[in-house]
T-cell receptor, first 115, second 113 residues
Framework: GESVGLHLPTLSVQEGDNSIINCAYSNSASDYFIWYKQESGKGPQFIIDIRSNMDKRQGQRVTVLLNKTVKHLSLQIAATQPGDSAVYFCAESRSPPDSGYALNFGKGTSLLVTP | DTGVSQNPRHKITKRGQNVTFRCDPISEHNRLYWYRQTLGQGPEFLTYFQNEAQLEKSRLLSDRFSAERPKGSFSTLEIQRTEQGDSAMYLC???????????FGSGTQLSVL
């Protein structure tokens, strides 16, 4: 069936390095993608989103890249900080949630930032 | 605090009992979502409201689960005759129309013994 998945369950990086978290999706009808960060004991927190008519979007220290040809999404975090340690989820939807379609989340990648 | 609020934060119950959770969305957010999350997994969609209307329900939402949003503001999620498999974190999220971002609460952790 349709799925959203992540290449690596865990990622360890040194403080100050750049982090790249990857995500593959299989639903060709997906046209909206979003990254969330979840810290222990808290709900997911929005990081950045991108629509299928774009291939790159930048935020503060974060960049999302979308490759629709191979159905691949990545989150790049520049100058990773200890506060970035968390589980990161990618999610997809057939259209932005303002149309009511729910987000379909992947399993998550645990990012550990070491000093 | 103007974020999404969920109560209680933790709930321990015995199998077969009924439980009810409450979610207070961000004021004026007309869209409200319930998700369920088990350890090591991403959140799974359960149901969605636009104002007081429940517009979408997942196949995960068995007939033991019922959600309401009577006045289009807060919402409740009730689980009847709880089973051990119901143990999970129940997350609520809200959004404002035309915005893509969902704002999540901290969740209610349910443990069914």
């Amino acid at each position: 069936g349709e799925s959203v998945g992540l290449h690596l369950p865990t990622l360890s990086v040194q403080e100050g390095d750049n982090s790249i978290i990857n995500c593959a999706y299989s639903n060709s009808a997906s046209d909206y993608f979003i990254w969330y960060k979840q810290e222990s004991g808290k709900g997911p927190q929005f990081i950045i989103d991108i629509r299928s008519n774009m291939d790159k979007r930048q935020g503060q220290r974060v960049t999302v890249l979308l490759n629709k040809t191979v159905k691949h999404l990545s989150l790049q975090i520049a100058a990773t900080q200890p506060g970035d340690s968390a589980v990161y989820f990618c999610a997809e939807s057939r259209s932005p949630p303002d149309s009511g379609y729910a987000l379909n989340f992947g399993k998550g990648t645990s990012l550990l930032v070491t000093p | 605090d103007t974020g999404v609020s969920q109560n209680p934060r933790h709930k321990i119950t015995k199998r077969g009992q009924n439980v009810t959770f409450r979610c207070d969305p961000i004021s004026e957010h007309n869209r409200l979502y319930w998700y369920r999350q088990t350890l090591g997994q991403g959140p799974e969609f359960l149901t969605y409201f636009q104002n007081e209307a429940q517009l979408e329900k997942s196949r995960l939402l068995s007939d033991r689960f019922s959600a309401e949003r009577p006045k289009g503001s807060f919402s409740t999620l009730e689980i009847q005759r709880t089973e051990q498999g119901d143990s999970a974190m129940y997350l609520c999220a809200s959004s404002l129309r035309l915005e893509g971002e969902l704002f999540f609460g901290s969740g209610t952790q349910l443990s069914v013994l």
